[in-house]
């Protein structure tokens, strides 16, 4: 039986606790069955709706939580409440001990080589039974995509994680997913520079205050005062908006990415994939 999803945006997200998450995770592994695994902050929920092939890509995904505290306030101001944060590097985090614990093997895809030799150190040194079975940085054309995923392919890993920017992470995934053969797959953002100790993440305390973007902002204002402010004011104009009239579900009408090979890994039938 699948968990309860709100539909906040547009969007459909599951209304879940890491704990959930991670338990929904043993059984795609012991089963060997695709979860696919996005989430969504504020800025995410501005840009999809003016980038089709993101929003796209979302709808694409079978577990789809709420990685930004702004998105767990305004489901709450919406009287549509989710139970908490998924942080999307708290999953990584978790679920890197879980291969390790497991003897599970893990793909690493994303950031530049040198930071991604760093994290492959750090990673080794923090879990020392996870089997690091391929890795490849971020900065590849798209013209080598399909080459990348055939290496992650040949990996026989068991999770992959991605460490790149949106869209082009929820892009590869949205196109690749059903034939890399993966059961977990997880895009994780800027957590490999954090993980190899290239940028700083906010201290708790910031993090239950929801001001983790704060902690960011002071440590590079002059790059990300203005993305900030944009998308702040955006989201919460949108929160007013959803507040008044409340978008329905892009699931009812939005096409997702063209897949590789639909059938080479099983799909979850609780997912509310279509």
Request: proline fraction near 5%; charged fraction near 25%.
């Amino acid at each position: 039986m699948g968990t309860p999803r709100q539909v906040l945006f547009g969007l459909d997200i599951d209304a879940m606790t890491l704990e959930q998450v991670l338990t929904r995770s043993d059984d795609h592994l012991a089963m060997r069955r695709r979860l696919l695994i996005g989430v969504v902050n504020a800025a995410k929920v501005v840009k999809l709706h003016r980038d089709d092939l993101l929003r796209a890509s979302l709808l694409e995904c079978d577990l789809l939580l709420a990685d930004g505290q702004s998105v767990v306030w305004a489901s709450k101001v919406l009287r549509r409440p989710l139970p908490e944060r998924v942080a999307g590097i708290d999953l990584f985090e978790k679920l890197v001990a879980k291969a390790s614990a497991d003897n599970r093997s893990i793909y690493l895809l994303g950031a530049k080589p040198d930071v991604l030799a760093r994290l492959e150190s750090e990673l080794s040194r923090r879990f020392p039974g996870v089997r690091i079975v391929g890795s490849r940085d971020g900065y590849f054309a798209d013209t080598e995509s399909e080459d990348v995923a055939a290496a992650i392919t040949a990996s026989g890993a068991d999770m992959l994680f991605l460490g790149m920017t949106s869209p082009k992470k929820e892009i590869f995934l949205g196109k690749y997913a059903d034939s890399l053969g993966v059961p977990i797959l997880h895009g994780v953002g800027g957590s490999f520079d954090i993980f190899a100790g290239i940028t700083k993440r906010a201290p708790r305390i910031w993090q239950r205050l929801g001001c983790e973007w704060l902690y960011r902002l002071l440590q590079e204002p002059g790059r990300l005062w203005r993305r900030y402010l944009t998308t702040n004011t955006a989201f919460l104009a949108m929160t007013l908006r959803e507040l008044v009239h409340p978008m329905p579900s892009y699931r009812q009408h939005a096409p997702v990415v063209p897949q590789s090979n639909p059938a080479s890994i099983a799909r979850s039938a609780d997912t509310g994939v279509e």
